[in-house]
């Protein structure tokens, strides 16, 4: 069963305009969440990370969101770039020595010029 | 430069025979990842180590092993007990204290021939 669940497997946005993308869960012992950006044959990268004693965090042109009640966060990307075009990966943790990264299956976002 | 070094970048195997999947890093952290991805799907851990000498079974051990003999080494080996070898193969590291996020090289192809 999908522990982070990203519904949307494609998202298309005209350059300049706001790209959102969305990350749902269902494990309520989550406290860390994290977004990485992944090109075709590369490794992911790190984008940006929230942990559950916020509501939001913010870095340049990303900025996540957190809504603990909904067990639901989302990336903002504002304004998007063509070069934001990547598939956009969710992962959560939990507390615990391990802290193991659960993913989602993530969401590819088309930036068009 | 401080980084993540996978290598090979591709690598093909034949039926029957155990191929070495090499991940070093110099960045200093304590905790290394193995991961696989298939298409279309999430990143599914392999196996991970916190420390030198230790490591443990993640979601998918079934035909892989690792050692951890150095901080700064975490080779990962598919067996011929893996029967669908064919995938995208990822390593990563973090630090480990609270709520750093994991790092990743740039990732081994292999193929069976």
């Known amino acids: 069963d999908q522990q982070v669940k990203q519904n949307s497997p494609s998202l298309s946005v005209q350059e300049g305009r706001i790209s959102i993308l969305n990350c749902d869960y269902t494990?309520?012992?989550?406290?860390?969440f994290l977004w990485y950006k992944k090109y075709p044959a590369e490794g992911p990268t790190f984008l940006i990370s929230i942990s559950s004693i916020k509501d939001k965090n913010e870095d340049g042109r990303f900025t996540v969101f957190l809504n603990k009640s909904a067990k639901h966060l989302s990336l903002h990307i504002v304004p998007s770039q063509p070069g934001d075009s990547a598939v956009y990966f969710c992962a959560a943790s939990g507390s615990g020595n391990n802290r193991k990264l659960i993913w989602g299956l993530g969401t590819s976002l088309a930036v068009n010029p | 430069d401080g980084g993540i070094t996978q290598s090979p970048k591709y690598l093909f195997r034949k039926e029957g025979q155990n191929v070495t999947l090499s991940c070093e890093q110099n960045l200093n952290h304590d905790a290394m990842y193995w991961y696989r991805q298939d298409p279309g799907q999430g990143l599914r851990l392999i196996y991970y180590s916190q420390i030198v000498n230790d490591f443990q079974k993640g979601d998918i051990a079934e035909g892989y092993s690792v050692s951890r003999e150095k901080k700064e080494s975490f080779p990962l080996t598919v067996t011929s007990a893996q029967k669908n070898p064919t995938a995208f193969y990822l390593c990563a590291s973090r630090k480990w204290d609270t709520n750093q996020p994991q790092h990743f090289g740039d990732g081994t192809r292999l193929s069976i021939l």
């Open positions: 494990n309520s012992m989550f406290d860390y």
